[in-house]
C-alpha cells in the first residue's frame, strides 16, 4: 500500500501555494497518495480584495478544497507550509490547529509522521520561530515531527534548515532562494519514516 501524505497550506500571496505543489509532484513520484488542501481564509474579504496579490492567490487557488479533520485522519504523514507572523504561525493557521480538538481526543493524530515549511520576507523574519512553534503543537498531538535534520546537502544551502524548508521572499514577491531541492528532499525523508511507522 503506498504511503498517504496530506499537503496542507496556507498561503497569502502564493509562496506556501508553490511549495505545497513542490512538495505534491515530489511525492507523486515516489508513488505517494497526496491531497493538497488549503486552510480556510479567515480575513475579510475587503481587505482581500485591497491587496492585488493576495486577491490574485485567492482566485488562483479557489478549486483547491479546503482542509479538514478528515485530511489528517486520511493520511500516514502531513506537511505543512505557513508563512511566518510574527515568529509564529499566521492565525488562520492556528484556527485550523485548534479546531482538531475531536481528533486528538480521540487519538487521530498519535503517530502521525508530520514536518512543516515556511516562508518570510527576510532571511531573519521568524521562519525557523515558526517551524519550531507548530511543532509544540505536533508534540500535543502524540504525533512524530520529521525533520531534514542535516541529511542531505540540500539542507544547510538556499531554503534548507535542519528544522523544514524555509524561504525568503523579495520585496517583488518572488522567492529569493531556490528551495525545490530541499522541499523534495524533506519529502522524501518524510515519506520514508511515515512508511516506517505504517
Known amino acids: 500500500m503506498s504511503t498517504k501524505l ?7 500571496y502564493g509562496s506556501n ?3 505545497a505543489k513542490w512538495a505534491e509532484e515530489a511525492a ?5 497518495e ?22 490574485a492567490n485567492q482566485e488562483a487557488t479557489k478549486d483547491i478544497p479546503v482542509a479538514t479533520s478528515d485530511d489528517i485522519t486520511w493520511a500516514d504523514a502531513v506537511l505543512f507550509s505557513v508563512p511566518s507572523r510574527f515568529g509564529n504561525v499566521p492565525s488562520q493557521f492556528k484556527q485550523f490547529i485548534d479546531i482538531q480538538g475531536g481528533i486528538w481526543a480521540t487519538g487521530k493524530t498519535v503517530n502521525k509522521a508530520v514536518s512543516a515549511m515556511s516562508s518570510a520576507q527576510n532571511p531573519h523574519g521568524g521562519q525557523e520561530a515558526t517551524l519550531l512553534s507548530l511543532y509544540t ?3 500535543h498531538w502524540g504525533a512524530i515531527v520529521v525533520t531534514p535534520g542535516y541529511t542531505d546537502a540540500s539542507v544547510g544551502l538556499a531554503g534548507g534548515n535542519p528544522y523544514g524548508t524555509s524561504v525568503t521572499i523579495g520585496q517583488d514577491g518572488k522567492m529569493i532562494e531556490n528551495v525545490r531541492p530541499a522541499v523534495e528532499h524533506q519529502v522524501k525523508r518524510l ?3 511515515a512508511s516506517k511507522l505504517k
Do not use: C, F, N
Request: glycine share 4%.
Open 6 to 12: 496530506s499537503i496542507i497550506y496556507y498561503s497569502t
Open 17 to 19: 501555494v508553490q511549495l
Open 28 to 32: 507523486l513520484k515516489l508513488g505517494a
Open 34 to 55: 497526496v491531497r493538497v488542501r488549503q486552510v480556510q481564509e479567515l480575513a475579510p474579504q475587503v481587505v482581500i480584495d485591497s491587496q492585488a496579490g493576495w486577491k
Open 137 to 139: 503543537s505536533m508534540y
Open 191 to 193: 515519506l520514508d519514516v
